[in-house]
């Protein structure tokens, strides 16, 4: 059974509502379900980072991987779970068999977390790996909650900055993006650090291989990331505005989030460029 942040009491001025360590969130109304660490120094002025899991949905293992990062750094960490049943698509910022849409989802999950832990609202560290960073870089897109830094980790597309392509393609205007307008200058002005392994090249199922998204992004994450890194560039230059996206490819990395993070020093890479 899941335990509720809402069920711990305020132990002294400045603290969180919530106890240190590892707690569990079963959803009662539009937020999601999710996963929390607290480290032991945290305070309500500490640093909020939320990562966004894959298709494979490890919520519970970005919660733990990071937990030490956290220890370390004094930060706050959030891990949201989107339900298959739910929300299929989240990564695609699709609505669900019920109509939940993601965004909205995903922004009531971190004002439910702020309020219930005492946390301070304030612009987040964000991160997302494979569809968590398709969802990620479409929450900055779409979404309104405040983002400082963002961190992607091997999606397998993107939304690429051009106008001439439809979202989720691109930014232009689609009934896919249900009345929200891509926000393009948002996505630029958000310092932005873009990581795929140097293996990670399988052509497998869990890869788009629409024929729009292999004619303008490529055949492989490695060529999707940088031709999206090399995009966003081209895109900044044309309106003026500093290149604040920055590509880095992992050595001998494949696709999987825990072996990223244990032998590829993933978790480090994320927290030093979150400013944690």
């Not at 960490?77 to 849409?101: C, H, I, N, T």
Request: hydrophobic residues 40%; neutral net charge; proline residues 7%.
């Amino acid at each position: 059974m899941l335990r509720s942040v809402e069920t711990f009491t305020l132990r002294d001025s400045g603290s969180l509502l919530c106890a240190p360590g590892l707690m569990a969130h079963r959803a009662d109304g539009g937020e999601l379900d999710y996963f929390a660490y607290v480290p032991r120094n945290a305070s309500a002025a500490s640093p909020l980072f939320v990562s966004v899991h894959g298709i494979e949905r490890l919520a519970l293992q970005h919660a733990v991987r990071f937990s030490m990062h956290a220890e370390a750094g004094g930060f706050v960490v959030l891990a949201p779970l989107f339900s298959k049943a739910r929300l299929p698509r989240y990564q695609r910022a699709e609505r669900g068999p019920k109509g939940d849409s993601p965004i909205e989802a995903f922004e009531l999950t971190v004002d439910h977390f702020q309020r219930a832990s005492g946390l301070q609202p304030a612009p987040m560290g964000l991160f997302g790996y494979s569809g968590g960073a398709q969802f990620a870089m479409r929450q900055v897109l779409l979404g309104t909650l405040p983002v400082a830094r963002l961190a992607l980790a091997a999606p397998g597309w993107f939304t690429m900055p051009d106008e001439a392509l439809a979202f989720p393609y691109g930014v232009g205007a689609s009934p896919a993006s249900e009345g929200r307008e891509p926000d393009l200058a948002r996505l630029l002005a958000t310092p932005t650090l873009l990581m795929v392994g140097g293996n990670d090249t399988r052509r497998d199922g869990s890869l788009n291989r629409n024929r729009i998204v292999e004619e303008t992004q490529g055949r492989t994450r490695v060529e999707r990331a940088q031709r999206w890194h090399a995009a966003m560039g081209a895109a900044a230059d044309r309106q003026g505005v500093p290149r604040k996206a920055e590509l880095q490819v992992l050595p001998g990395a494949e696709h999987d989030f825990n072996d990223n993070m244990q032998s590829h020093g993933l978790g480090d890479i994320v927290v030093k460029w979150l400013n944690f």
